[in-house]
C-alpha cells in the first residue's frame, strides 16, 4: 500500500468517525456551522477570487473548453450566490429524526421508522466550485460525512473553499474532519475511491458523460450515475407563440454551459411558420446557432439577418451541446414530439409549451423525466428553485433519488422496534 493511499484510506477513516458524532448532532449546531459558513464566505470573498483568477490563468493556457471555464470562473455576484445557498439550508427544516411511520403491533411493540444519514458521502465533481460549498453544507445539515475529490482545473479554488468550511464548522464546536477534501489531483485516486465500499456509502459524479460513465461502470458503492442533461422543449400547436420564444430564449440562452439549458425544440407543424422565424430573430440576436432538420430549414433557410442556421446533422440529435447551439425539428404531432424525447433525451428536463391544459397534462403524465415543464423553462430544473436550497446532484436515476437531491435525498432510514418483555415464539 502506498503512503498515497495509506493517507487516503486515513481520510476516509476520519469522514467516517466524524459522521457518527454528526449524525446526532443538534440542528441548533448544524444551522450555526452553516451561517459561520456563509459569513466566512462572504468576508474572504476577495481571497476566494484571488483563488479563482489563478484557476482560471492556468486553465486558459492549457486551453480548456470555453463551457469548462464559464462553470469555473466565480464573481461577486457567484460568490455571495454560495453563501445565500448555505443560509438558504440552515433555514430548511432537518430531516433528521424524522419519523416517517409509526404502528404498534397487537403484541404491544412500537416499531417507528425514523429518517437518518447516509453516513459518508464521496463526491467526484469537475470545475464548479459552488460545489465545494453546495456539497459540503447539505451533507452537513443531513449528518453526513463527505469526501470531496475536485478537478485538477479549479484545485486552487476548492482547496481555499473547502479550508473556509473546515475553518467554519471547527470554530462552532463540529469536528473539521467531518469534511474531507482531497488536494492531489492524481486522478489514480479517482480509482482507488471507487474501491472503497467499505468507507463511502454513496458516490456522486458531479461532471461530464464520460466522469459520469466511468463512477457507474467502477464504483463498487452504489452510485448517482445520471445528471446528463439532453433536455427539449416542445412547441404545441396551441402554444403562445410569443411566450414560446420567451421560454425557448431563456432555457438555451440564460446560461447554456449547464445541464438544464436546452439543447432541441421541437415544433408543431401547424405553428412552425409563425414560429420560428420569431424564435430564429432572438436566438441570433443573443449568437445562437440553429442546426436545423429539413422541414425547418425550409422556413428558416429563407432568414435575413445575422441568425445562423446551418442543415442538422443526426447526431444533433441527442446531444447535449453545453454552448449557444441548439437543434430545431418540425414534429406532426405531440406523440412524434414524445416518441423523439424518448429516443434521444436523458431524462433530465423536458417541456411543453401549450395552452391547451388536457394537452400540457398528458405531456407531464406520459414523458418519462426526472423533471416535467409544461409553460415554463427547463432552467428552472435546480435545487435551490425547487425551494432545496442547493442540490448534492440532479439525478436522472429512477431509484432512491430523481431530480435535484436535497437533504431527504441523501438520507436513509432505520427502524426503531422498542417493547416491554416481548419474546418470539
Known amino acids: 500500500m502506498t503512503l498515497t493511499t495509506q493517507s487516503l484510506v486515513d481520510q476516509m477513516k476520519a469522514a467516517n468517525r466524524a459522521a457518527r458524532q454528526l449524525a446526532s448532532t443538534p440542528s441548533e449546531a448544524k444551522n450555526a456551522a452553516l451561517v459561520a459558513i456563509a459569513d466566512s464566505i462572504e468576508s474572504n470573498c476577495q481571497s476566494i477570487l484571488r483563488a479563482n483568477e489563478q484557476d482560471l490563468e492556468v486553465a486558459t493556457l492549457n486551453g480548456l473548453d470555453l463551457h469548462l ?20 439550508i440552515a433555514e430548511l427544516e432537518d430531516p433528521i429524526g424524522e419519523v416517517l411511520e409509526e404502528r404498534i403491533r397487537p403484541n404491544g411493540l412500537n416499531i417507528q421508522r425514523v429518517r437518518v444519514p447516509l453516513g459518508v458521502i464521496g463526491v467526484i465533481y469537475e470545475s464548479r466550485p459552488n460545489v ?15 469526501v ?16 473556509i468550511v473546515k475553518d467554519s464548522i471547527e470554530s462552532v464546536g463540529i469536528s473539521r474532519e467531518a469534511v474531507q477534501f482531497i488536494e492531489t489531483t492524481d486522478r489514480s485516486i479517482v480509482e482507488e475511491m471507487l474501491e472503497m465500499d467499505d468507507l463511502i456509502d454513496l458516490m456522486i459524479p458531479r ?47 440564460q446560461r447554456p454551459t449547464v445541464c438544464n439549458a436546452m439543447d432541441t425544440v421541437l415544433v408543431h407543424q401547424n405553428v412552425a411558420r ?25 422556413i428558416l433557410d429563407a432568414l435575413a439577418g445575422g441568425t445562423k442556421v446551418v442543415p442538422a446533422q443526426d447526431e444533433d440529435f441527442g446531444m447535449e451541446f453545453l454552448a449557444l447551439i441548439a437543434s430545431v425539428k ?53 435545487g435551490a428553485q425547487f425551494g432545496l436550497g442547493a442540490e448534492v446532484a440532479v439525478s436522472t436515476n429512477k431509484l432512491h433519488a430523481r431530480g435535484p437531491m436535497g437533504l431527504k435525498e441523501i438520507t436513509t432510514y432505520k427502524w426503531k422496534v422498542r417493547g416491554d418483555g416481548q419474546v418470539r415464539t
Open 274 to 298: 409563425e414560429y420560428l422565424p420569431k424564435l430564429a430573430t432572438e436566438l441570433g440576436i443573443r449568437d445562437v446557432e440553429l442546426r436545423a432538420d429539413s422541414r425547418a430549414m425550409s
Open 148 to 163: 470531496l475529490r475536485g478537478g485538477k482545473e479549479c484545485i486552487t479554488t476548492n482547496t481555499v473553499l473547502a479550508g
Open 132 to 146: 465545494t460549498i453546495d456539497i459540503a453544507t447539505l451533507c452537513l445539515k443531513s449528518g453526513n460525512g463527505v
Open 69 to 88: 471555464l464559464d462553470r469555473m470562473t466565480l464573481n461577486n455576484l457567484r460568490v455571495k450566490a454560495m453563501a445565500g445557498a448555505a443560509r438558504d
Open 330 to 382: 418540425i414534429v406532426d404531432s405531440m406523440d412524434d414530439a414524445m416518441e423523439h424525447i424518448a429516443e434521444y433525451g436523458s431524462k433530465h428536463s423536458e417541456a411543453i409549451v401549450s395552452e391547451n391544459s388536457e394537452t400540457t397534462e398528458r405531456f407531464l403524465t406520459e414523458v418519462d423525466s426526472a423533471a416535467v415543464f409544461a409553460n415554463t423553462s427547463t432552467y428552472f430544473n435546480d
Open 207 to 253: 461532471g461530464g458523460a464520460e466522469l459520469v460513465y466511468f463512477v457507474g461502470q467502477n464504483a463498487k458503492m452504489p452510485a448517482i450515475t445520471g445528471g446528463v442533461g439532453v433536455c427539449h422543449t416542445y412547441v404545441d400547436a396551441e402554444a403562445n407563440v410569443d411566450q414560446a420564444v420567451k421560454i425557448v430564449v431563456n432555457a438555451k440562452t
